[in-house]
């Protein structure tokens, strides 16, 4: 006999927003800084003393605990049927150098709110519920980025994920052994479902007056290193007819780049974030730049038409300005669209429970992307203040966070499944 049910999420529980806001703040604590924000940099002695928080955190609410070998933490909330793929939610606890409160830090802090709520109402789930730390979401000290989830889910090795070094020359691996999160390596355990809560870190929900997002997927991205070679000549005796001006080429790439991003709205982006300018001296005309593009779009093909417009751009002004313009591409996510009927509960949930929502499409890269390889895969978020995020001033309101973390509970109990009384 099927003793699980699904109740409608007006009957079921609500989480309590004042022990998820304090538990922020908590954490917020670990590597507080003068301006309000927090810098707690990967596998740093301040990312273990957040980490140690949180595996307390986790114990106290009865959750066992593991750590695999990339010191991604999963807290492990049993199910009746204990055998069956958990139902996983997460996030990352590292932040920027100039970080937040929230980014990263709610999707944990949420999922932990979570398995607390569950505790509370004495709920028994079919499936076992885990909440996970994943290892340098950021990439702030080490590259690749979203580097646990990466190696959970085989966008890259393990062994290539350890031997990445900062720039101090610590390796992973010996930082994980420094703070005592290198855990055991084994084979990847199956997931039954990954909903990711987060803050949305863009402006759209709140010039919206929406409390929940419902995200239809991710910005699939292409990053490049672009090198321009000019010709360094004095300022003054030579003529604008005869320079080959290297800035002058790059200033119209970046331009292009613009024009590009917008000519395939809504979901395109184009970025300029590096401008390196040789030899950078007042009154000599630049003979070399080095810089960064970032495309993004919620399309493969349109992603791989900005990549051609982008390198059409490169030819040509690099023609014109007797400038030759090299690019290599450095980075390659495919656009990540989310499980649909995971996405459809996120925002029948957002009704249920009264909140006003509307579809989204994260622009960033979050360690949903790849669980999504992996697993049903859905994000719920909330509004951030002024779509601001990487930032100190980085802030939410209370309200959003326990609305988000609420849909959060409705949208895991589902997959889960309650055991009835």
Same mark, same amino acid.
């Given at each position: 006999?099927?003793?699980?049910?699904?109740?409608?999420?007006?009957?079921?529980?609500?989480?309590?927003?004042?022990?998820?806001?304090?538990?922020?703040?908590?954490?917020?604590?670990?590597?507080?800084?003068?301006?309000?924000?927090?810098?707690?940099?990967?596998? $740093?002695?301040?990312?273990?003393?957040?980490?140690?928080?949180?595996?307390?955190?986790?114990?106290?609410?009865?959750?066992?605990?593991?750590?695999?070998?990339?010191?991604?933490?999963?807290?492990?909330?049993?199910?009746?049927?204990?055998?069956?793929?958990?139902?996983?939610?997460?996030? #990352?606890?590292?932040?920027?150098?100039?970080?937040?409160?929230?980014?990263?830090?709610?999707?944990?802090?949420?999922?932990?709110?979570?398995?607390?709520?569950?505790?509370?109402?004495?709920?028994?789930? &079919?499936?076992?519920?885990?909440?996970?730390?994943?290892?340098?979401?950021?990439?702030?000290?080490?590259?690749?980025?979203?580097?646990?989830?990466?190696?959970?889910?085989?966008?890259? $090795?393990?062994? #290539?994920?350890?031997?990445?070094?900062? $720039?101090?020359?610590?390796?992973?691996?010996?930082?994980?052994?420094?703070?005592?999160?290198?855990?055991?390596?084994?084979?990847?355990?199956?997931?039954?479902?990954?909903?990711?809560? #987060?803050? &949305?870190?863009?402006?759209?929900?709140?010039?919206?007056?929406? +409390?929940?997002? +419902? +995200?239809?997927?991710?910005?699939?991205?292409?990053?490049?290193?672009?090198?321009?070679?000019?010709?360094?000549?004095?300022?003054?005796? @030579?003529?604008?007819?005869?320079?080959?001006?290297?800035?002058?080429?790059?200033?119209?790439?970046?331009?292009?780049?613009?024009?590009?991003?917008?000519?395939?709205?809504?979901?395109?982006?184009?970025?300029?974030?590096?401008?390196?300018?040789?030899?950078?001296?007042?009154?000599?005309? =630049?003979?070399?730049?080095?810089?960064?593009?970032?495309?993004?779009?919620?399309?493969?093909?349109?992603?791989?038409?900005?990549?051609?417009?982008?390198?059409?751009?490169?030819?040509?002004?690099?023609?014109?300005?007797? $400038? %030759?313009?090299?690019? &290599?591409?450095?980075?390659?996510?495919?656009?990540? =669209?989310?499980?649909?009927?995971?996405?459809?509960?996120?925002?029948?949930?957002?009704?249920?429970?009264?909140?006003?929502?509307?579809?989204?499409?994260?622009?960033?890269?979050?360690?949903?992307?790849?669980?999504?390889?992996?697993? =049903? @895969?859905?994000?719920?978020?909330? %509004?951030?203040?002024?779509?601001?995020?990487?930032?100190?001033?980085?802030?939410?309101?209370?309200?959003?966070? &326990?609305?988000?973390?609420?849909?959060?509970?409705?949208?895991?109990?589902?997959?889960?499944?309650? +055991?009835?009384?």
């Amino acid at each position: 006999m099927d003793m699980t049910t699904t109740p409608s999420p007006a009957l079921q529980p609500r989480v309590d927003g004042a022990r998820l806001w304090q538990s922020l703040m908590d954490l917020a604590q670990i590597g507080a800084t003068p301006k309000g924000g927090v810098c707690r940099l990967a596998l $740093t002695a301040l990312d273990g003393e957040g980490r140690d928080l949180f595996v307390r955190w986790a114990r106290e609410a009865g959750c066992s605990v593991r750590v695999d070998a990339i010191g991604n933490i999963f807290a492990r909330r049993a199910g009746r049927n204990d055998a069956l793929p958990p139902v996983m939610t997460g996030s #990352h606890i590292d932040t920027q150098p100039t970080g937040g409160k929230f980014d990263g830090n709610y999707g944990v802090l949420a999922g932990l709110e979570v398995v607390r709520t569950l505790n509370d109402r004495g709920i028994v789930t &079919e499936a076992p519920i885990e909440v996970a730390v994943w290892t340098n979401e950021e990439g702030s000290r080490f590259v690749p980025v979203m580097m646990g989830s990466g190696v959970f889910a085989g966008a890259f $090795t393990l062994d #290539h994920a350890l031997a990445q070094r900062d $720039t101090q020359g610590t390796s992973v691996a010996e930082a994980l052994a420094a703070i005592g999160y290198a855990g055991e390596q084994g084979p990847t355990p199956a997931v039954g479902a990954y909903f990711e809560a #987060h803050i &949305e870190q863009g402006p759209m929900l709140e010039a919206n007056g929406c +409390v929940i997002g +419902v +995200v239809q997927g991710a910005l699939g991205q292409r990053w490049y290193d672009v090198s321009v070679q000019g010709m360094e000549a004095h300022a003054g005796p @030579t003529p604008m007819e005869l320079r080959r001006d290297a800035l002058l080429a790059a200033s119209a790439l970046v331009a292009e780049v613009n024009r590009i991003a917008l000519a395939h709205a809504p979901h395109a982006r184009g970025t300029v974030g590096v401008l390196e300018v040789f030899p950078s001296s007042r009154n000599v005309i =630049p003979g070399s730049v080095r810089m960064t593009v970032d495309l993004r779009a919620a399309d493969d093909a349109v992603l791989l038409q900005m990549d051609a417009e982008l390198r059409a751009a490169c030819e040509r002004l690099g023609h014109a300005g007797r $400038t %030759p313009i090299t690019v &290599e591409q450095v980075v390659y996510f495919p656009p990540q =669209p989310f499980a649909p009927q995971l996405v459809e509960g996120v925002r029948a949930d957002a009704q249920a429970l009264g909140y006003s929502a509307m579809d989204v499409v994260s622009g960033a890269g979050h360690d949903a992307v790849y669980l999504a390889r992996l697993a =049903p @895969t859905a994000m719920v978020f909330v %509004p951030c203040a002024d779509g601001i995020s990487h930032n100190e001033i980085e802030d939410a309101q209370p309200e959003h966070l &326990e609305a988000g973390c609420n849909v959060l509970l409705q949208a895991m109990l589902r997959s889960a499944k309650v +055991v009835a009384a």
